[in-house]
């Protein structure tokens, strides 16, 4: 089975409930799924074990690596439960938050977290059920909270707290999340998404406990991780603009902004970047977005960003396969206006400085262009030529070939690039002939076409790209 995308940006597309099947599974990758996430927030060992074999399973029967996400949970701060499941408020209206066991009521509310307690200072806003809810700390003691209600209409169990503008002391990975890790390191998982970043030191933490086993993806969902992103960006493999906690901790006018500087910080480094969280969230219900919703993922994409990403719309909704083919759709309808191209062209990274495998790309990049190549292919151990050519944003596939499946799962959240996994060519001429025989093999050229190759020189050895060369297809 050979599958051809027509579009550059990649989807990631959450399991879930819905998608659960082998069956709709392969109707997702189908409709245009190139990578999949496991929320590790649910389900066994057992039940992730089955979905990572039902994903390898699917892969091998197209014969096109699909990157994995394992996505942890990460430190989530709830409020406790009440007396009657939840509680009515009004503006105004004052509150009790503490330690207590005791289940809440109309005048106290169970934060079983201390470290809120002694980190927020009298004046600081706490925000419930992704901001629905908020509140004004009054009064603080050494074990409780007295706040007034600023907005709101109720609270119920479990609903999770937002702090804004508060680096709390606590870790960014739980037990829950250490035990999961390792889990989805065992299970072979491409990529981990790290939930709740909020500075440098926890992404060290996180790549110590990796040890190379999988990269590593860092979820913004804190202002304070967005004050050190240059640091973060230097640690990490990749960035998720993870919009839900960002959107509440943040002024929602201010995400727009935000956004658009991660993915243009992740592009000029050539590190992959998702945006992220309710682009279609009408379709978990309908089988048509909004147009608003329409509009926010050719944002993304106008801004660059190597991938978009659906939660709940493939996890839960009524339609996971339709919201697949319209994300689909508008991503194929930006890459082919012209205004697109206009806005990858003005921002293509700086060439001043450039090591030779930088250099090479960029080169590989405009010679594509001069030529009318079909395709752009690299020959890589790493993976580090395709994340290269890939900042450039280039109209053409970028064929990477490899013989590393890990490699080829991983490129798969990658811009434009077609992962392929071939056998190891020992010598030049090989090379070339390989490349022009995969090329046609999978449909991205015929005789006649012309394709720009990239590879190193001596083989195999990481980061050495020094080589461009074109080469006609037979």
Same mark, same amino acid.
């Given at each position: 089975?050979?599958?051809?995308?027509?579009?550059?940006?990649?989807?990631?597309?959450?399991?879930?409930?819905?998608?659960?099947?082998?069956?709709?599974?392969?109707?997702?990758?189908?409709?245009?799924?190139?990578?999949?996430?496991?929320?590790?927030?649910?389900?066994?060992?057992?039940?992730?074990?089955?979905?990572?074999?039902?994903?390898?399973?699917?892969?091998?029967?197209?014969?096109?690596?699909?990157?994995?996400?394992?996505?942890?949970?990460?430190?989530?701060?709830?409020?406790?439960?009440?007396?009657?499941?939840?509680?009515?408020?009004?503006?105004?209206? =004052?509150?009790?938050?503490?330690?207590?066991?005791?289940?809440?009521?109309?005048?106290?509310?169970?934060?079983?977290?201390?470290?809120?307690?002694?980190?927020?200072?009298?004046?600081?806003?706490?925000?419930?059920?992704?901001?629905?809810?908020?509140?004004?700390?009054?009064?603080?003691?050494?074990?409780?909270?007295?706040?007034?209600?600023?907005?709101?209409?109720?609270?119920?169990?479990?609903?999770?707290?937002?702090?804004?503008?508060?680096?709390?002391?606590?870790?960014?990975?739980?037990?829950?999340?250490?035990?999961?890790?390792?889990?989805?390191?065992?299970?072979?998982?491409?990529?981990?998404?790290?939930?709740?970043?909020?500075?440098?030191?926890?992404?060290?933490?996180?790549?110590?406990?990796?040890?190379?086993?999988?990269?590593?993806?860092?979820?913004? =969902?804190?202002?304070?991780?967005?004050?050190?992103?240059? =640091?973060?960006?230097?640690?990490?493999?990749?960035?998720?603009?993870?919009?839900?906690?960002?959107?509440?901790?943040?002024?929602?006018?201010?995400?727009?902004?935000?956004?658009?500087? +991660?993915?243009?910080?992740?592009?000029?480094?050539?590190?992959?970047?998702?945006?992220?969280?309710?682009?279609?969230?009408?379709?978990?219900?309908?089988?048509?977005?909004?147009?608003?919703?329409?509009?926010?993922?050719?944002?993304?994409?106008?801004?660059?960003?190597?991938?978009?990403?659906?939660?709940?719309?493939?996890?839960?909704?009524?339609?996971?396969?339709?919201?697949?083919?319209?994300?689909?759709?508008?991503?194929?309808?930006?890459?082919?206006?012209?205004?697109?191209?206009?806005?990858?062209?003005?921002?293509?990274?700086?060439?001043?400085?450039?090591?030779?495998?930088?250099?090479?790309?960029?080169?590989?990049?405009?010679?594509?262009?001069?030529?009318?190549?079909?395709?752009?292919?690299?020959?890589?151990?790493?993976?580090?030529?395709?994340?290269?050519?890939?900042?450039?944003?280039?109209?053409?596939?970028?064929?990477?070939?490899?013989?590393?499946?890990? +490699?080829?799962?991983?490129?798969?959240?990658?811009?434009?690039?077609?992962?392929?996994?071939?056998?190891?060519?020992?010598?030049?001429?090989?090379?070339?002939?390989?490349?022009? =025989?995969?090329?046609?093999?999978?449909?991205?050229?015929?005789?006649?076409?012309?394709?720009?190759?990239?590879?190193?020189?001596?083989?195999?050895?990481?980061?050495?790209?020094?080589?461009?060369?074109?080469?006609?297809?037979?």
């Amino acid at each position: 089975m050979t599958i051809k995308r027509n579009r550059h940006t990649k989807i990631l597309a959450t399991l879930g409930p819905s998608s659960d099947t082998k069956d709709v599974l392969m109707k997702l990758v189908l409709a245009g799924v190139d990578n999949v996430r496991m929320n590790f927030s649910h389900g066994t060992p057992e039940d992730h074990k089955r979905r990572f074999d039902m994903i390898r399973e699917i892969e091998q029967e197209t014969g096109r690596p699909i990157g994995i996400v394992a996505d942890l949970q990460g430190p989530k701060l709830r409020v406790g439960k009440f007396r009657d499941k939840k509680i009515a408020l009004s503006e105004g209206m =004052e509150l009790r938050f503490d330690l207590s066991d005791e289940l809440g009521d109309e005048t106290r509310v169970q934060l079983p977290h201390p470290e809120i307690i002694s980190t927020v200072n009298v004046g600081d806003r706490l925000l419930m059920d992704d901001g629905k809810v908020r509140v004004i700390i009054k009064e603080k003691g050494d074990d409780f909270l007295v706040v007034t209600v600023a907005a709101g209409v109720a609270l119920s169990n479990n609903k999770g707290v937002n702090v804004p503008n508060v680096t709390l002391p606590i870790p960014a990975l739980t037990e829950k999340d250490l035990r999961d890790l390792e889990t989805a390191l065992d299970l072979g998982a491409d990529w981990i998404a790290h939930s709740f970043v909020q500075r440098p030191e926890d992404v060290a933490e996180c790549q110590r406990l990796i040890a190379g086993r999988a990269k590593h993806i860092v979820k913004l =969902e804190k202002p304070s991780a967005l004050e050190f992103l240059d =640091e973060i960006l230097a640690l990490t493999d990749a960035i998720m603009v993870a919009r839900g906690d960002l959107g509440v901790e943040i002024p929602p006018e201010n995400v727009p902004a935000a956004q658009k500087r +991660i993915v243009r910080a992740c592009r000029t480094l050539g590190k992959p970047v998702i945006v992220a969280t309710q682009m279609l969230e009408s379709m978990i219900e309908s089988p048509q977005p909004t147009r608003a919703e329409a509009s926010d993922v050719a944002t993304a994409i106008y801004d660059g960003t190597d991938c978009v990403m659906l939660s709940a719309e493939t996890a839960a909704g009524a339609y996971p396969v339709e919201a697949v083919k319209m994300m689909d759709r508008i991503a194929q309808s930006v890459e082919k206006d012209g205004l697109y191209r206009r806005i990858m062209d003005a921002d293509h990274p700086a060439t001043e400085n450039m090591n030779t495998g930088d250099s090479i790309t960029a080169a590989a990049f405009q010679v594509a262009i001069d030529v009318d190549a079909k395709a752009i292919v690299n020959y890589t151990t790493s993976g580090s030529t395709a994340l290269r050519t890939a900042r450039h944003r280039p109209t053409v596939p970028i064929l990477c070939l490899t013989e590393n499946t890990t +490699i080829a799962r991983r490129l798969s959240l990658s811009y434009g690039v077609r992962p392929i996994v071939t056998s190891d060519v020992k010598n030049f001429g090989a090379m070339v002939s390989s490349a022009c =025989e995969i090329a046609k093999a999978s449909n991205y050229a015929n005789a006649g076409d012309r394709l720009v190759i990239t590879a190193g020189v001596p083989f195999g050895t990481v980061g050495s790209t020094n080589i461009l060369h074109i080469s006609t297809v037979e």
